[in-house]
């Protein structure tokens, strides 16, 4: 017990003070020389223990008052929990609904199991425990906030929110759920905590590789401030499972997000088998938004290979397509048995390219390499299934046109730009745009470096140094193209590992290799590039293009410019896939992201002026949406206005699954696919010798000094409690001295005087005489009784017999 | 506050040497005597078949029953020779005639220890003296033989029955020198002093009667069979019928000195009224029984309202029961 005010500690003596005051009184002992002894005697010698308790008890409340205020003023704390009596705890169920949970059992499945043992855990708890209930997958969940008392009312709506858990698609982290368990905030009344995790044991869900974590985790146990103990159910121990063997489909991919109509597009399926054993062919099937469009068949698959399935399909119309692929074949796990991908088919990508020099003939322009890249020649598409859209502007008007709907700027030699461009292009990318900017003959070094590296607030990631010469660091050399110089400078497109350069690493395809570097910006610090982003190198290390992100979008800045100069990077095969990857690239921030990890929000844009529909009634009808998650639920999402367009989000995405957004009254319904992780096919339990480092691991026995420093810190006050005795105590005094001082008070004196004989209550007005006679009299009771007997015996006496 | 502390007890008044004097005229108290000079005391009985001539025999002072003849002496006076039996018998003889009053009355003032109580009024002792005296000159003044008898275990004074009103002085004198102490067997003291008058009367005690009822009720038995009217004033202090006390006090007998009681007053207080109470009951009862008057006096009462009250009360049914 520990004191706020521990200065009031020193009234305590007060608390004698009754007693003084009652001794003290006892003390004074007047002495009264007393003439009627004889009737005091006997009356002392009764027997008084009845009223001599009354008195002592008189007494102690009165001391007990005066400690009662003493103590309240002193405001004590007691440790948390004593003064709920006995051991308070709560129970905290971790259940465990990955994927695996889902695999069917001889009686259901195991989430089903777990539910049922869950309920029985639930049943078996006195009914003044808390109990709390957290799902493990994708992260850790609570089912509700805050703890439940399992009193008999509660216990019912805990066993029906504990119906609602069903088996997800997540995989489970249950490091993660033991930490949420074990760190969630407790009641102050408790000091007992008990974590039951119910799982089907499958290894990759104890994230076991995650040494620190788990150290973390017993440090968090052994910092505990109240007793925690943790227990795991293996579910799997105590039922018969299927062994058939796990084949999944890991992931369904599709080389890029954004495709044209009627552009071929590859889908490629993952297919692994888990199991050790080999598994028999089977057929799977393809599908775009529901319906089948195609079978293939598989061969065996040895055990725990990975073979992968293509498929190649066409999209007629714009519109976002969910591409699915299922194995048509149950085995033991058929939930993995299905994946998709969601694919956004586009008719065109807006570009915006600036030209500073339009005035040239066609080959001299800054454009023309990119635009041909693109397949536009002359401001026409040679094909008509083009669905890039390059705009051509000069430097000077670029601050005046509108970017709101590109997704690319790409400035393929870059020169002075008006200060007015540099910001309206901050602003783009800081939206999601992309920028790619060239360095060519005409770059400005300290225009550059001034406004757009801006000392690393701008939009170039980094410094340029200076121009530098293939082979020789000399500036005015020149280099003959013909010869074949051992220390010509090349692309070297293996060291990177950067999305936007995988199709260009393909050497055995393309011929990146075979360009050659005459002279480029060398940027500053080019040989220390720790935390820079570098898409290519060339083979002396130095990086040629680096990205940089700023806001939402990306910048990728090369030290060649976009054009037959200083290079012959323009005239290669490669040239034309780097284009067209790196826009793609480039225009990612801006496409709507479909495809999501879990967690991930899904954020869809309707713009008020979209090609394609009436923009205002669009904005209208769809100001509401609907979102169907993979359990069915439906989510009712409002539109919020941001700049001159709407959008919906949503970060209820925790469940990997096929989520659907209903926009409005209009029919349009967009596919969202939240990936699963493919580790959760793998069915591989931990065994007995894991079993019992995990359980090693989580018997963490916390140091009794954290107990008592918990008790300081986790108190519960009792000054109330004090406040509440002390009125109490306050009116027991009142009530027990009131019946006191009746019982000795409350005893009429005798009347002074004798009553007479035969004397009655009449009075006769008229004899005013006698009255002043005996109005002299100081008592007026006295008086009064005097003239009646007067009067009445006059009276008598006036009277004849 | 401290106020509430301060010993809130009177001391009773002690008497000194210089205002003896003082005191003896102070016993009459004239404004008592100017409310109760109207009245009369009577007796309720007949006293020696007088009391009918009673009136008569007071306003004209005539004294006329023969008692005895004897021898003259010189000295005598010569109108009381009888010149009769002088002629017969040619001796002096003196007719002596008996001396002739209307009523004797004996006033007893009980002067025991308790009687010394008094704390916020004056002690009953000094109440008693007063009432006395008071009595003593009414009935002194009405030409009644008053004698006083102060009832002490050691000091116990007689005065005999006169008529005169210069007896007035011994009797107050005696009343003066009365000091309450001792235990004083009040019911020895009246039978002792009842035998000694002869002529029937009104007996007066003045008492608070504390002590043994049943030997109380044995003396005033006999005092009643001698044939005189009985008169208790009960002279009481206030505090002894409320008995008020608020703190722990020790008690301290006025009788037997090495008495002491310490107690908490009010624990003892219902008790002890309910004894106080059925005392007084039974003292009225037994007075009342015996056919006489029973007053209950306390020390705060003005004793003029008091005893004007009670003469009144005693008129008025003096006079109902002769109509």
């Known amino acids: ?801 | 506050m401290f106020k509430l502390f301060r010993n809130t007890r009177v001391q009773p008044p002690t008497p000194s040497a210089e205002s003896t004097r003082r005191d003896v005229a102070g016993l009459v108290d004239p404004v008592v005597m100017d409310q109760i000079g109207h009245l009369e005391f009577l007796s309720r009985t007949v006293v020696d078949g007088l009391l009918a001539g009673k009136h008569r025999s007071t306003t004209k002072g005539g004294c006329c029953e023969f008692a005895q003849h004897r021898q003259y002496a010189p000295g005598d006076e010569i109108r009381q020779i009888d010149w009769q039996v002088y002629a017969r018998n040619d001796r002096y003889f003196i007719r002596q005639f008996e001396e002739e009053t209307n009523l004797h009355a004996m006033l007893a003032v009980d002067a025991s220890g308790s009687m010394r109580f008094g704390l916020s009024t004056i002690s009953k002792l000094d109440y008693a003296k007063r009432a006395a005296a008071c009595l003593s000159r009414l009935l002194l003044h009405q030409r009644d033989a008053v004698g006083l008898t102060i009832l002490h275990e050691s000091a116990a004074r007689f005065v005999p029955a006169k008529q005169h009103a210069v007896h007035l002085r011994a009797i107050l004198a005696a009343l003066q020198s009365a000091q309450a102490e001792g235990a004083g067997e009040l019911s020895a003291q009246i039978q002792h002093c009842i035998a000694r008058q002869r002529r029937r009367g009104v007996f007066v005690l003045l008492s608070d009667c504390f002590g043994d009822l049943r030997e109380l009720a044995t003396a005033l038995r006999i005092v009643r069979a001698r044939g005189h009217d009985v008169v208790v004033m009960h002279v009481l202090a206030p505090e002894e019928l409320t008995f008020d006390f608020r703190r722990w006090s020790a008690f301290e007998s006025l009788e037997n000195s090495p008495q002491r009681i310490h107690l908490d007053p009010p624990t003892v207080r219902q008790q002890y009224l309910q004894r106080v109470r059925a005392f007084v009951a039974e003292l009225e009862d037994l007075i009342v029984g015996l056919g006489g008057d029973y007053v209950r006096l306390t020390t705060a009462t003005d004793l003029g309202d008091a005893l004007g009250w009670f003469l009144r009360n005693r008129m008025a049914r003096r006079g109902g029961g002769r109509a």
């Not at chain 1, 799997?236 to 058939?244: A, H, M, N, Q």
């Not at chain 1, 055995?508 to 935390?531: K, P, T």
């Open chain 1, 1 to 801: 017990m520990s004191f706020i005010g521990t200065a009031f500690l020193f009234a305590l003596p007060l608390v004698a003070t009754p007693l003084l005051l009652h001794l003290f009184d006892r003390r004074r002992n007047e002495v009264i020389q007393w003439g009627a002894m004889q009737f005091l005697v006997e009356a002392s010698t009764r027997k008084t223990s009845s009223r001599r308790l009354k008195q002592w008890l008189l007494l102690l409340l009165r001391c007990c008052a005066i400690a009662a205020l003493i103590f309240a003023l002193a405001r004590p704390l007691l440790p948390a929990g004593s003064l709920g009596g006995h051991n308070q705890g709560e129970t905290i169920l971790v259940i465990d609904n990955s994927m695996s949970m889902s695999r069917s059992t001889a009686s259901g499945t195991m989430i089903e199991a777990a539910l049922e043992r869950a309920k029985k855990i639930i049943h078996e708890l006195p009914h003044d425990e808390d109990v709390r209930i957290v799902t493990s997958a994708p992260y850790p969940i609570w089912i509700d906030t805050g703890s439940t008392r399992v009193d008999r009312r509660n216990r019912t709506r805990v066993v029906e929110r504990l119906e609602e858990v069903e088996a997800t698609e997540g995989r489970s982290d249950l490091l993660a759920a033991l930490f949420t368990a074990a760190q969630a905030e407790y009641e102050p009344m408790q000091n007992a905590r008990r974590i039951v995790l119910l799982t089907d044991g499958q290894a990759t869900d104890w994230r076991l590789e995650d040494e620190t974590g788990w150290k973390r985790l017993q440090e968090v146990l052994q910092d505990a401030t109240v007793r925690t103990q943790v227990e795991t159910v293996r579910l799997d121990e105590s039922v018969t499972l299927s062994t058939v063997g796990n084949r999944s489909i890991d992931r369904v991919s599709v080389d890029r997000f954004v495709v044209g109509v009627n552009w071929p597009v590859e889908a490629v399926a993952t297919i692994h088998n888990h199991g050790p054993g080999e598994v028999t062919a089977a057929n799977i099937v393809w599908r775009v938004d529901d319906q089948q469009y195609d079978r293939q068949s598989i061969e065996t698959i040895q055990g725990e290979q990975i073979v992968e399935a293509r498929w190649t399909h066409t999209f007629p119309s714009t519109g976002i397509y969910r591409v699915g692929c299922r194995i048509d074949q149950d085995d033991d796990l058929v939930a993995d048995n299905e994946a998709a991908f969601v694919v956004e088919v586009v008719d065109r990508i807006p570009i915006v390219i600036v030209d500073g020099a339009t005035e040239l003939a066609e080959m001299q322009q800054d454009g023309y390499f990119v635009q041909a890249a693109l397949g536009w020649i002359n401001g026409e598409p040679l094909d008509a299934s083009s669905i890039y859209v390059p705009t051509l502007v000069s430097p000077d008007v670029l601050p005046t046109i509108d970017l709101s709907h590109q997704r690319v700027v790409v400035i393929p030699n870059l020169t002075v730009l008006p200060e007015d461009a540099v910001r309206v292009l901050s602003e783009f990318v800081n939206q999601g745009g992309g920028l790619w900017i060239g360095l060519g003959p005409r770059t400005d070094i300290d225009f550059y470096n001034h406004h757009l590296f801006a000392d690393a607030a701008g939009l170039a990631p980094v410094r340029i140094d200076r121009i530098v010469d293939a082979g020789l660091n000399d500036v005015n050399s020149e280099i003959d193209e013909q010869d074949g110089n051992p220390q010509q400078t090349r692309i070297d497109p293996f060291r990177s590992d950067h999305p936007a350069t995988r199709q260009l690493a393909d050497n055995s395809q393309l011929d990146l290799m075979d360009a050659r570097i005459e002279r480029h910006f060398r940027f500053v610090g080019h040989n220390d590039d720790a935390g820079l982003s570098v898409l290519i190198r060339l083979n002396d290390g130095s990086p040629l293009a680096v990205e940089n992100f700023l806001g939402t979008g990306r910048v990728i800045v090369q030290g060649v410019p976009l054009r037959l100069q200083w290079s012959d990077l323009a005239r290669t095969q490669a040239f034309v896939v780097m284009v067209r990857d790196w826009i793609e690239y480039l225009a990612e921030p801006r496409a709507t992201r479909y495809n999501l990890e879990p967690g991930e929000p899904i954020i869809h844009r309707i713009s008020a002026s979209d090609p394609g529909g009436d923009g205002s009634t669009e904005m209208e009808a769809a100001a509401t949406g609907l979102l169907r998650t993979p359990l069915n639920e439906s989510l009712e999402l409002t539109a919020q206005p941001h700049d001159e367009s709407i959008e919906f989000r949503s970060s209820r995405t925790r469940l990997p699954g096929a989520y659907q957004l209903e926009i409005g009254l209009s029919d349009q319904i967009v596919p969202y696919q939240v990936m699963r992780s493919p580790e959760e096919s793998n069915l591989v339990y931990v065994d007995s010798e894991v079993q019992q480092r995990i359980e090693g691991m989580l018997a963490v026995e916390p140091s009794t000094e954290r107990f008592t420093q918990a008790d300081s810190t986790h108190a519960d006050p009792v000054w109330p409690y004090l406040l509440i005795a002390l009125i109490t105590l306050i009116t027991g005094e009142l009530v027990l001295s009131g019946v006191m001082a009746r019982e000795r008070f409350g005893t009429a004196g005798i009347p002074e005087f004798s009553e007479v004989a035969g004397t009655t209550s009449a009075s006769d007005p008229n004899d005013l005489k006698l009255e002043s006679t005996f109005a002299k009299s100081s008592d007026p009771a006295f008086a009064a009784s005097r003239s009646s007997s007067a009067q009445s015996e006059l009276q008598s006496s006036g009277e004849v017999r």
